[in-house]
């Protein structure tokens, strides 16, 4: 779709750039050598044409194929995506038999001022954010990453089962080494069992934050079933923290001691992108905000529209919200759900929302889209922030005006970084949990401050290290197929902790296929996490403040909870989340702000190790370990401050 646009217009400039030199070749050259040019080139068309028919002969192509435009030496400038690119295809299919959709990305650094302020960002196909990916559920993805950058990348395609194919998850250290500079690879998964909103990103360090994000799109062949309120147009609406500084720069800053665990706090926010910043009141800021715009969504005037709302930032939970609109809820994170009208949506780091947008009865033409950063759980204040980013819904317009006089909603907006009320929302397809669980896995998340004045997070009693060069899923098959001695000794027992990882940064939890998992989490933290789980939706049954009652299970409402893949744990509250595990794989679970993350709040789900430990990895993934370069871009290492003692 607008991925395929985009290919082309950069091809576009690519030519116009050619034509520049030709002509100064033209005018500064003889015309004799001109003449053996103009063979020469007309000798390389010729071959390249007939190249291109064979390729098209022999090679199958999806007509959705997103194809990497023709290289040149002239570097592609970077720019904002086009608001179309975010617009689902009406004429989409849904009836289609199951195809491939390939894409071929190139990653590469670049300086792009999305908000006004110039900063360097990482980004696919010179663009930010990155391309759409719209798919049929059965269809298969073919992702062609090409990176180009200085440091090491990978994509994870964030709530995708990926069953069967646990090695394309894209998660650094466990399912896979990541991508060398300069080196390529090939994501290739089947899209299975699954429908909905869900987005993919970076899963090296906290590059996401510099660009690498994106949406991806499931439809269901039984959406007019599942979508309870009809919609003419459907949409994308990223909602991101956007920082001014590099990633790198930043986890540096922040896990260096003596923080205390003090996020990075985010001076801006952009919604698919875009926003527009006072250049004035950034005097230290390299800013051009002249060509900026906020985000624009043309809608119809007299039908319904989904808005389907992303938050791929890396830190601030915000409050979205559309003036004098009162929107319906129907999907949560790949779940149909029956509608429940709201104001405002509290989204955090990960998680999705669709709203169906009904145009008002008496139609102001104009309407403002507000996406709040709750501030209240900054670490710090932050002289350049500025919490509110704005878009602009316009049914029609008087005029060339683009500003809207709607007004706010009048009640009190909430401080609290807090998870949105779920409770009441029910899912259109009825599953009910199963009865009780096969074991409870209890988990302690806090950051504690240890030697050298360092400030970690912590699942029980486990920081998480990811190794750039050792995966989880490698060394354990490496380990199975060597015969070794702990590994064997740790596959014995049925469930539990796995002690062929060490459990000082590797905390594995090891199950059997089709065993049912209860997850208790006590946060000890004064800050809200918004705990994902790969591979998996998880049913949410209860929550609370403090600690939970002894007696807890006798009171869970099982018919048909909720179910998502990435869920909000309060401050010093709990939460109690249920699922079948029944996919077999190393499977991620940590706390997706990416500098908590980065700090060791992750642990690891092992999956039918009796299954697992018999893969044969392939080649191409085995590969990735091997080239040099993996490591550039992993977050420090604890041993550069040994013997750190302040200033």
Request: charged residues 20%.
């Amino acid at each position: 779709m607008g991925e395929g646009n985009d290919s082309g217009r950069l091809l576009e400039i690519e030519e116009l750039d050619w034509d520049d030199e030709t002509k100064s070749t033209q005018y500064h050259t003889p015309r004799r050598s001109f003449s053996w040019l103009r063979i020469l080139i007309v000798a390389l068309l010729v071959a390249w044409t007939a190249g291109f028919i064979i390729h098209s002969l022999l090679v199958p192509h999806d007509k959705n194929t997103n194809t990497e435009p023709v290289t040149t030496n002239t570097p592609i400038p970077a720019q904002l995506r086009p608001e179309r690119d975010y617009i689902l295809d009406p004429t989409w299919d849904v009836e289609a038999p199951p195809t491939i959709r390939e894409y071929t990305w190139t990653i590469a650094e670049h300086t792009l001022n999305p908000d006004g302020v110039y900063r360097p960002m990482i980004l696919i196909n010179s663009m930010f954010p990155g391309p759409l990916i719209e798919c049929n559920e059965g269809d298969e993805l073919v992702v062609h990453v090409k990176n180009r950058g200085s440091n090491a990348t990978s994509i994870h395609w964030h709530g995708l089962y990926q069953n069967g194919t646990n090695w394309m998850d894209g998660t650094v250290g466990i399912t896979q080494c990541p991508i060398a500079p300069n080196h390529d690879f090939t994501y290739r998964f089947k899209v299975n069992g699954q429908s909905g909103s869900y987005w993919y990103h970076s899963h090296m360090s906290v590059q996401a934050s510099d660009g690498l994000i994106g949406p991806l799109i499931i439809h269901s062949r039984d959406d007019k079933k599942l979508q309870k309120v009809p919609y003419s147009q459907d949409r994308v609406v990223l909602v991101s923290d956007h920082y001014y500084d590099l990633s790198s720069l930043l986890l540096m800053q922040y896990l260096s001691p003596g923080s205390e665990n003090s996020e990075p706090v985010p001076p801006s926010a952009v919604i698919n992108g875009r926003n527009m910043r006072d250049c004035s009141a950034l005097p230290n800021r390299n800013c051009l905000s002249e060509d900026r715009t906020n985000a624009m969504f043309d809608l119809a005037p007299n039908s319904n529209t989904r808005l389907r709302i992303i938050n791929v930032g890396a830190f601030a939970e915000f409050q979205l919200q559309i003036d004098e609109h009162e929107v319906l809820i129907t999907e949560v994170d790949g779940t149909d759900v029956w509608p429940q009208s709201i104001h405002r949506v509290n989204i955090n780091p990960a998680q999705r929302y669709s709203i169906i947008v009904v145009p008002p009865t008496e139609n102001k033409g104009l309407y403002w889209m507000r996406a709040r950063m709750v501030t209240h759980c900054f670490a710090y204040e932050n002289p350049e922030l500025k919490e509110e980013v704005r878009g602009v819904l316009r049914y029609w317009t008087s005029g060339n005006t683009t500003m809207p006089e709607s007004l706010d909603w009048p009640e009190v907006i909430g401080v609290e970084c807090r998870d949105l009320n779920t409770s009441d929302l029910r899912p259109v397809e009825v599953v009910r949990a199963p009865a009780k669980a096969d074991e409870l896995v209890y988990l302690r998340s806090s950051f504690q401050i240890g030697d050298w004045t360092l400030s970690r997070g912590f699942l029980n009693d486990t920081s998480y290290r990811a190794s750039a060069s050792s995966p989880s899923l490698n060394r354990l098959i490496d380990g199975y197929v060597a015969k070794n001695t702990t590994v064997l000794n740790s596959l014995a027992q049925p469930s539990g902790i796995n002690l062929a990882f060490a459990p000082s940064h590797e905390l594995v939890y090891q199950t059997p296929t089709h065993n049912v998992l209860d997850i208790l989490i006590q946060n000890f933290d004064d800050g809200s996490h918004p705990f994902h789980l790969h591979g998996y939706k998880f049913f949410v049954l209860a929550s609370g403040q403090g600690y939970p009652s002894p007696s807890l299970h006798s009171s869970l409402h099982l018919e048909n909870p909720l179910r998502r893949d990435t869920v909000s744990v309060d401050a010093f509250g709990w939460m109690l989340i249920r699922f079948v595990a029944d996919n077999s794989g190393f499977w991620s679970f940590h706390c997706h702000i990416s500098w908590h993350s980065e700090a060791g709040l992750l642990m690891q789900f092992l999956v039918g190790h009796e299954v697992v430990s018999r893969w044969t990895v392939p080649e191409d993934v085995k590969g990735l370990c091997g080239r040099e370069g993996i490591e550039k871009g992993m977050g420090p290492n604890d041993d550069m401050w040994v013997g750190y003692f302040g200033d």
